[in-house]
């Protein structure tokens, strides 16, 4: 009975269909060409969607945004069906559904082929069998490097400068002055043609700007994310300030992605998305400001599986909701303890974080801050140690004066590593002190071993 009617759903119309398969608020469907499941690491989908023997499904993820109609082609072979259109609201990101039903409904359309079109269907599937051997190859080739302290980014910043060969793209806070083997590799790009293109939120040194205007593109934008990315080969984004040779001493962090082009050209592509919308804010560009702030990827995380089983990931956060979803569900996992860096801290926003953060956590769990000695720091200190229950789970540390680190860790399965201050950053956009930030985020076996490592 229940494939009868799917098959009578099927001829009868799209609209029909679609719910059936789609349950409104529940998930986004993508699949390829001939049914089956998609990979699809562009700048906006990022996720393996439905596994092609029906073993496990994934979800796209989001979190507050409004997908008005998203659109799904289904075609096996030659035969082609009813475009399905319907409306999702709040596509809630973690949704699961029950992927062997779904799956099962997917089978259920091969009634439709015909014995002539069963040779080219062999044949389609024997393609994409060899397409999602590739695929997971490309997976587990990905390579990620944990950048510590101050000789790491000098190196690894000389000498991204010197292999780029089209494109380059690099973010400061501020920048000083330019040693010599920096000068000298920026140059060289520039005279092999490469195009070089800078942002920078403060504080530019007069001394260099001739120099910077003359081989670049650079522009003032309300950026703190700290980027430094070479064509499709490689995208490093961590706490490390790349032209602030002043304070070059300092400790910092950064993650370095190389080695998969479709991870490096995803992520890639997103930075550039949230750069064009801060350089719409900053010159009162309300029409593609609206625009933007419509875009289901405006707040998105994007993840990106780094083995075949999914059980290790990395993920992008470059919006401050996007930042927001991420340390809440931090909160809500964790079993044993979070560890919080954060320099910087800005009472009124720190106690806000903290306060929902030990509402969310787990019985059991504690939180240890680290921060740098200051007024604020003091003011935050006593309030919570006013506070039995925030006294109860959170331990403060004090941080070393030349740790500028922003990082987040969970247990021993997360590790995340940007430009955002967990205790300081503004709570909205609308806020004047409010900059683009951008962090990465390790988790599973990839993120035990980074911390292993540290430890």
Known sequence: MRIILILCLLLCGHEAFSYSLLEKGDLILVLDDYGRQKYSYNKYLCRVILKDNGRSFFVERFEKQKIDEISVKKTSGKRKFHEISTEISSVKRSKKVDQQTFFNQLQDQDDFITEEESPLLDEIEQAYALQELQQEQSIINTKIDHLIGPEAHHEVLKNTIASAQKNLLISSDSITFLPKDIYKALKDASLRGVKIYIYVNRLIDERVLGFLESISTIQQRNIHAKYLIADDVCVIIGSHNWFDFDHCDGHNRSFKISENKEYVNGIKDQIWEQIRYYGNVRHGNERSIQKAQKSIYRNAILEYPLT????????????????EIFFNEICQKAQHRIQIYSPFVTFDNAAVRLIEAVESLRPG????????????????????????????????????PDHHHKTLIMDDKIICEGSFNWLSSSLSEESRGHNLDTSLVCEGDIAKSILAALN
């Open 308 to 323: 075949p089983n999914g059980d290790s990931k990395l993920s992008l956060l470059s919006s401050l909701d996007a930042h």
């Open 365 to 400: 769990v504690k939180i240890d801050i680290f921060i740098w000695r200051g007024s604020k720091a003091d003011q935050l200190f006593d309030f919570i140690q006013g506070n039995p229950a925030l006294a109860k789970r959170i331990n403060v540390h004090e941080l070393e």
